[in-house]
């Protein structure tokens, strides 16, 4: 049962009761049809009300449903809204804390609206893809106005009740309630209870003055806001219809633009996001009710780059955070820049002077260890050289108290060697934040061979306080992502051997979707980095075939925009990447020395050998179980590496072209003379799938 029914006087009280948020699931569609048969044959009954137990009215669809045929079994939500729309006693919404999307619809159906101040009301659906699908776009516009509905509707965002309550010339709120809201709805309908004809939405008119300008403007405002995605021009055209067409066939436009964006790629992409993101907290053999360890205060190993972004995520969320350096002077110029970081907030009006103060306060420095002794967790981010790290956590195993949680922010290297450096295996994780640390949505939480599954847990509980997407890693050479971006690389290396130049890859790379070809995206976070990370780890593998390109350029160097010059030339102070002929002449001069004669590459080659090389790497990670799922993968992607999100990440992107098509590609890749024909044999979890027709997801 996901809706009670209960009698309190004349009126007939419907509480729609399917936790977390009463999502609109077939049970709660039905309890609601059944709720209304029941009043209308009780003689007793003179009004209804509709109302949400717990933390909601209803956060709309139930996600549990996407995709599944119950969604649709009758009563679906179109014929609810119309049972109640038809019911011949009044019906009244009673609308509180969340009131969005096929929520905020259902209420819009009924006769009668009062809400509690302080509810998030919204119709999100564009969020997912998708325009409204059950009346939204055509009622809201009748009780808000056009303008007002609009803003909404495109944006997704809620807008707090007591705002909408002041639009002039409102009729979403018959009333607002403070207090007792369900005695308020009662007592408001037992008032309107004999009132007759019962008033429908349907009946107002959505107007506005100069509705062709208006419509106009929007198309051309949302258009170029919306690139990628269909959804909000079509929420215009649906908002348009409000105003242009007949109730009816208002709806039928409105009905018909939600059934094809269901079916768009970008609809999949985004819907595949959201249920991808809330899946990254489910770890099998951590279930969520298992304890976590109590974090009041935070320790941070080093002020440089990450360990001053770090530090920040702790403050922001209201933590206490000590950093301990080897030097004052390092320490001063950690935080001179945090205070510069927040500074640039506040004169952006995006931080009060006084939150920027508060957050200051919380943090205190240290070069002495035994200011560390009442931490809760350390986070270590000194320099990557396992020797570093070696002498900081065998000090961190003397000094921190028992139970406190040791994490590492190395991003390569080996968190089951940094554990065994102590007596306590079971309390270091390793935190892998991506750069700039405070910006960054993306942390992947590096489950090394002995930690304690509540470590696990307090951490991924942490990282939700601190806004960060967390995904689980297991132990293994650059964790999810950067695994997986050194094969891109590598593709991105052979590419300019055989015939590419860096502005043509990172054009077809950046019509893909991505917000920087792998070029650009050196040039801003440093050639250097990768080619000391390449001198060490590929000693170990010395039959591993890459361009040596990229080194030949740090041999020139150009280190990208830190040096002034990289893959482009940079003029002073500027950040516009300028093809550069001496690049070209070094690519040229490398390649006849490979007596590799250049051809010409499409974009669709260049795109999908670095997409696959992500997607078959992806698929190796995920068959080692160092990925606990394919769609944490897309999260990392996505949050982490600039993904293009209308794409639904790597393994999303390899489901929408079907894994057959994936596999034949690669196969062909496999049969070019310069590239890495072992590489680009399927991984065998994908190979499998392909070969039965199925899909990661
Ligand atoms: P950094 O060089 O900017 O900062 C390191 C800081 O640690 C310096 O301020 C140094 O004085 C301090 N330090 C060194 N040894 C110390 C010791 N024994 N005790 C106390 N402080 C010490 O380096 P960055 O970039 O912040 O990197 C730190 C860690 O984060 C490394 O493990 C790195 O691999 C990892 N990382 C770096 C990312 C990046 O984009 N920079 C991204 C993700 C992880």
């Not at 979403?172 to 308020?184: E, Q, S, T, V």
């Not at 067409?245 to 633009?257: I, L, N, T, V, Y």
């Not at 195993?397 to 190395?410: C, F, H, Q, R």
Request: with cysteine; glycine share 10%; charged share 25%.
């Amino acid at each position: 049962m996901s809706a009670t029914y209960e009698l309190r006087g004349p009126v007939a009280v419907i509480t729609l009761d399917n936790p977390p948020v009463n999502g609109l699931g077939y049970d709660t569609r039905k309890g609601i049809t059944d709720g209304l048969d029941r009043a209308q044959a009780d003689a007793q009954v003179r009004a209804i009300v509709i109302t949400g137990a717990g933390k909601a009215f209803s956060g709309g669809a139930d996600i549990r449903e996407f995709g599944s045929p119950k969604a649709l079994q009758e009563p679906n939500l179109l014929s609810v809204i119309l049972a109640v729309e038809a019911c011949s006693k009044p019906v009244v919404a009673a609308i509180h804390t969340v009131c969005m999307g096929g929520g905020l619809e259902l209420s819009l159906g009924c006769h009668y609206r009062v809400a509690a101040p302080g509810t998030q009301v919204a119709l999100p659906e564009v969020k997912l893809g998708l325009v409204p699908g059950a009346g939204g776009t055509q009622r809201l516009s009748r009780v808000i106005g056009v303008e007002n509905a609009l803003n909404m509707i495109v944006s997704g965002e809620p807008v707090k009740s007591e705002l909408l309550a002041m639009a002039p010339g409102q009729k979403l709120f018959d009333k607002m309630i403070d207090g007792d809201l369900l005695a308020g709805a009662c007592a408001f309908a037992t008032e309107v209870a004999d009132k007759r004809p019962l008033p429908l939405v349907r009946h107002l008119k959505a107007e506005h003055a100069n509705p062709d300008a208006f419509f106009q403007f929007a198309r051309n405002t949302v258009g170029a806001m919306s690139k990628n995605f269909p959804a909000p021009l079509q929420c215009v055209e649906t908002v348009a219809a409000s105003v242009y067409k007949k109730f009816d066939d208002g709806m039928k436009q409105e009905r018909e633009a939600f059934i094809a964006l269901m079916m768009t790629p970008e609809s999949r992409a985004l819907r595949h996001a959201f249920v991808a993101e809330r899946a990254t907290s489910k770890i099998p053999d951590v279930p969520a009710d298992t304890p976590v360890r109590d974090v009041k205060k935070l320790a941070v190993i080093g002020a440089g780059t990450m360990g001053g972004g770090i530090a920040m995520n702790f403050l922001n969320a209201g933590i206490p955070v000590v950093i301990l350096e080897m030097k004052q002077e390092a320490l001063d110029k950690g935080v001179a820049i945090i205070r510069k970081n927040y500074d640039a907030q506040v004169k952006k009006g995006k931080l009060k002077q006084d939150k920027l103060d508060a957050r200051m306060a919380l943090l205190s420095t240290t070069l002495n260890y035994a200011d560390l002794k009442d931490a809760d967790m350390v986070i270590e981010a000194v320099f990557e050289d396992i020797g570093v790290k070696e002498q900081v956590f065998k000090t961190l195993d003397e000094v921190m108290k028992p139970g406190a949680i040791l994490a590492s922010n190395t991003s390569t290297l080996d968190v089951n060697r940094i554990a065994a450096f102590t007596k306590r295996p079971q309390d270091v994780i390793g935190t892998h934040f991506f750069s700039p640390a405070n910006v960054m949505k993306l942390l992947e939480v590096v489950r090394g061979e002995k930690t304690a599954k509540d470590v696990l847990a307090t951490v991924m509980a942490l990282g939700k306080k601190i806004r960060k997407t967390c995904v689980v890693s297991g132990v293994c050479d650059g964790f999810i992502g950067n695994r997986m971006i050194e094969q891109y690389s590598r593709q991105a290396g052979f590419l300019l051997e055989e015939g590419c130049t860096p502005q043509q890859v990172d054009k077809a790379v950046e019509k893909f979707g991505f917000a920087m070809g792998p070029f650009r995206m050196g040039d801003l976070a440093g050639n250097d980095v990768g080619w000391y990370i390449r001198k060490r780890r590929y000693l170990e593998k010395p039959d591993l075939r890459y361009s040596k390109t990229a080194d030949l350029l740090c041999e020139m160097g150009r280190f990208g925009q830190k040096t002034g010059a990289g893959w482009y030339d940079y003029l002073p102070g500027k950040r516009d990447a300028i093809p550069s002929a001496l690049v070209d002449g070094m690519i040229e001069k490398h390649r006849a020395e490979l007596g590799i004669v250049p051809r010409k590459i499409g974009d669709d080659e260049i795109v999908h050998r670095l997409v696959y090389a992500l997607v078959n790497e992806g698929a190796k990670i995920v068959e080692e179980g160092i990925a606990l799922r394919a769609s944490d993968i897309d999260m990392v992607y996505l949050t982490g590496y600039g993904f293009p999100l209308h794409r639904g990440g790597p393994m999303c992107y390899a489901d929408t072209v079907g894994l057959f098509n994936v596999v034949a590609a690669m196969n062909r890749f496999a049969k070019n003379p310069h590239d890495d024909a072992a590489f680009w044999q399927p991984a065998p979890l994908l190979a499998r799938l392909a070969a039965e027709g199925r899909t990661f997801s």
